[in-house]
């Protein structure tokens, strides 16, 4: 089992920074990428980042060169930078782990909330 704990949510005004973190326990060996997703009220859930255990990286559109994924192995823990935050941005965020066979791991989700 894979168990996976995030912080860093809150609220913060419109052009500013929020850094979400994500740390993994557990089966961490099984994990081949990990990512971020959020979830607006009234939309779908949209795959925001993501990054492999070879340390690829891939972001979403709406998100791509404002928002930055990293990870430290030694923590097993991921980041979401998030710089030039807009109030389109307010949702739940989700961390989760890619298991491949095993399957998907979510994390509880951190509110984010961009207002002045």
């Known amino acids: 089992q894979v168990q996976l704990v995030e912080s860093g949510g809150g609220l913060v005004q419109p052009g500013g920074s929020l850094r979400l973190s994500c740390a993994a326990s557990g089966s961490v060996w099984s994990i081949n990428a990990m990512g971020w997703y959020r979830q607006a009220p009234g939309k779908q859930r949209e795959l925001l980042a993501r990054i492999t255990s070879g340390g690829s990286r891939d972001y979403a559109d709406s998100v791509k060169g404002r928002f930055s994924i990293s990870r430290d192995n030694a923590k097993n823990t991921v980041y979401l930078q998030m710089n030039s935050l807009k109030p389109e941005d307010t949702a739940v965020y989700y961390c989760?782990?890619?298991?491949?066979?095993?399957?998907?791991?979510w994390g509880q989700g951190t509110q984010v909330t961009v207002s002045s």
């Open positions: 989760y782990a890619d298991r491949s066979a095993y399957g998907l791991v």
